[in-house]
Every structure is written in structure tokens, then in C-alpha cells.
């Protein structure tokens, strides 16, 4: 019924700059809570932003100062700008959302959806 699709990743040097995206289609009614996750190898996935249907935002203290998120309501797009970028910041990250969602059986529904992740590594 959803997709999400994420975009942005890549190999980029220590200290430098990537922003992903992460937009949402389908019968989409509207969006809730939005965030990014990452997990690197041998790691648990992790929380590294949220931001609320109302624009707050809650970041992992790894990242404060360093990474931005920030959403498009009109494109149901979730956006993370990650400056200063660090070795330990390689991960694969994945684009979450909260769904509410118009179901052709089931009518107006409410669910909990992944992206399949996007490759970001920094390494010189």
C-alpha cells in the first residue's frame, strides 16, 4: 500500500557531507512521526533522528550538532543532512515512518513502515 525509497548514500571522506532522502507514495492519507535509523555490521539498528508530524525533533547524542532532520509534508519526503561526517558514522541507514494509509478493503489504516536502507560509508 506504502513505499518508502531512499536516496543519498554513498563513500565520502572524514568530515565531509551527505543529506539522504526518504520519500513516501501510495495511498498515503498522511504522515505521523518520521526518523532514520542506522545499523553497521555486527550492530543493532539505532535510532539516529526523529521528527514529529508537527516538526520536533529528537536526535542520538552521537550526532548532535552534526546531522539535521527535516521533512517536506507536501512531498512526504524526510530529509538527513549529515555534516562532519565520521568513520564511525559508516552504517547502513533506513528511512521509518508512521503511515496512515487509505486500504481499498479496510479504509483509512495506520501502520509502520521501513525503506530498504541506503549505504553510507566515510573513509578516507
Known amino acids: 500500500q506504502v513505499q518508502l525509497v531512499e536516496s543519498g548514500g554513498g563513500l565520502v571522506q572524514p568530515g565531509g557531507s551527505l543529506r539522504l532522502s526518504c520519500a513516501a507514495s501510495?495511498?498515503?492519507?498522511?504522515?505521523?512521526?518520521m526518523g532514520w535509523y542506522r545499523q553497521a555490521p555486527g550492530n543493532q539498528r539505532e535510532l539516529v533522528a526523529g521528527i514529529t508530524s508537527g516538526g520536533s525533533t529528537n536526535y542520538a547524542d552521537s550526532v548532535k550538532g552534526r546531522f539535521t532532520i527535516s521533512r517536506d509534508n507536501a512531498k512526504n519526503t524526510v530529509y538527513l543532512q549529515m555534516n562532519s561526517l565520521k568513520p564511525e558514522d559508516t552504517a547502513v541507514y533506513y528511512c521509518?515512518?508512521?503511515?496512515?494509509?487509505?486500504?481499498?478493503?479496510?479504509?483509512?489504516?495506520?501502520?509502520?513502515?521501513w525503506g530498504q536502507g541506503t549505504q553510507v560509508t566515510v573513509s578516507s
Open positions: 521509518n515512518a508512521d503511515v496512515t494509509y487509505y486500504s481499498t478493503s479496510y479504509g483509512i489504516q495506520r501502520d509502520d513502515y
Open positions: 501510495g495511498r498515503v492519507f498522511s504522515i505521523n512521526a
